[in-house]
């Protein structure tokens, strides 16, 4: 059950990031999903040393570095996505 409530909550997270970022981010839903819940991983492991909750919690903090976290790796999906597609053309 806690593999879905990560997907589900990686997915908003994602959403959420891809809001946020400004401009137009040519990722998949997928790409989106990934990057939610590689920020969602993040998130919880800076609130579990912060000492607000368990890895797996949802809890306030946990949840808002976990969007920083996911913007930022946004921005780099797009950094290493755009350099292959300007090299290209």
Do not use: H, W, Y
């Not at 994602?14 to 999903?33: E, F, H, M, N």
């Amino acid at each position: 059950m806690q593999i879905l409530g990560l997907i589900v909550v990686g997915l908003i997270i994602g959403a959420l990031a891809r809001l946020i970022k400004p401009g137009r981010q040519r990722l998949s839903i997928v790409a989106t999903l990934l990057l939610g819940v590689v920020g969602a991983l993040i998130g919880g492991v800076v609130a579990s040393l912060l000492g607000t909750g368990d890895i797996f919690e949802l809890n306030v903090i946990g949840f808002i570095v976990a969007v920083i976290a996911a913007v930022l790796l946004i921005g780099v999906a797009e950094g290493l996505s755009g350099g292959r597609n300007r090299a290209v053309r």
